[in-house]
């Protein structure tokens, strides 16, 4: 069976060089990386928030795995317009035009964070005992949340109106040392331990996100925290991801 051909936007990102190194191991993924500028390896330089430099990027493209983006909670409405917003439609509309299979996109837990957020983006209530619902009505927690959420509606249109597939994903939170005792002790550790995600656990959801029978779908991508506020049992069942690694374990060291 042909391997995949699978573009990666924002491939120079944190999670884009986890997915670099981790989809290549089993040689079913024929990655293609993108990048807003050149970096340390070979990548096709595209700005996303650019109509002309956009169009053909994706041909001959199976599926596109879409990272690109403002990744900050504290970015102003100019900034989380211009690369979120404004490039979500460029991204899918090339999609469509070059017969793009499926779209995997990096959402963000952000989108729900409202519901367990302490002061900002990146604290959490510890006292908050939820496990929300991939249906529970969004809480966004910030502009850039607002953003996510606008690309997850304007997969569904596509989905439903060209035949794109996608698949969003609400990414918790990974860190290029894939360590969450790094945060021990600051304001943002309940928020980690909760949405830590490692680097093994999102390699694994990223490949079932490419392989998935859907037409449309939405998941939590975070590992098994004893202390998540997500329930990822829907997201076991229709996206067939269960996470191997748990916060709690890093910290009991």
Known sequence: MPAQRVGITGANGTIG????KGLNVEGDCELTPFTRRPVDFPSTIVHFDSAAEVEGAFQNLDA???LAADPSPSADWERIRTHNIDAMYLVLEECRRAAVKRLVFA????TMHGNSILTTPETLDASTAVRMKLDDPPNPDSYYAVSKLFGENLGKLYSEQHGVEFVGLRIGWLTAGDDPTAFRG???EDYMRAMFLSHRDCVEAHRCAL???TRFLLA???SDNDRRVFDLEETAAVLGFEPQD????YFAH
């Open 246 to 249: 748990n916060a709690e374990d």
């Open 220 to 222: 939590y991508v975070i």
């Open 107 to 110: 959402s963000t837990n952000h």
């Open 211 to 213: 392989k998935v029978e």
């Open 17 to 20: 060089r986890v997915l670099m």
């Open 186 to 188: 600051t304001a943002s």
């Open 64 to 66: 596109v795995i879409h």
